[in-house]
Nanobody, 121 residues
Framework: VQLAESGGGLVQPGGSLTLSCVNS????????TGWFRRPPGKEREFVGV????????SVSDSVKGRFTISRDHAANSVYLQMTMMKPEDTAVYYC???????????????WGQGTQVTVSS
């Protein structure tokens, strides 16, 4: 499993951005793919997760109604669609894969390098 995020950048408050997570290595049908973020000066926090089939997702309360997760097996990719963005969404965003689907990082064995998202006018 080799994960790589892309799509980060600068966006204005209220704007939208979509992050991609590509897996260029082996895939596991038992694995979930999660999104985490690390705001400046803060701990890493859970954003959301999707199952392998793509028919189940869960997101944190802080992004519910604004962020959605989807996947495209043909592209070996998982996406984080972010809308109505706020300055507090500013963070380095990471995708991760592993056998668990909870909010704790220890459930994910493989991590990407992260991509910076900045929400500012």
């Amino acid at each position: 499993v080799q994960l790589a995020e892309s799509g980060g950048g600068l966006v204005q408050p209220g704007g939208s951005l979509t992050l991609s997570c590509v897996n260029s290595g082996r895939t596991f049908e038992s694995h979930y793919t999660g999104w985490f973020r690390r705001p400046p000066g803060k701990e890493r926090e859970f954003v959301g997760v999707i199952n392998f089939n793509g028919d189940w997702t869960s997101v944190s309360d802080s992004v519910k109604g604004r962020f959605t997760i989807s996947r495209d097996h043909a592209a070996n990719s998982v996406y984080l669609q972010m809308t109505m963005m706020k300055p507090e969404d500013t963070a380095v965003y990471y995708c991760a894969a592993g056998p668990l689907n909870g909010p704790e990082p220890y459930g994910y064995d493989y991590w990407g390098q992260g991509t910076q998202v900045t929400v500012s006018s």
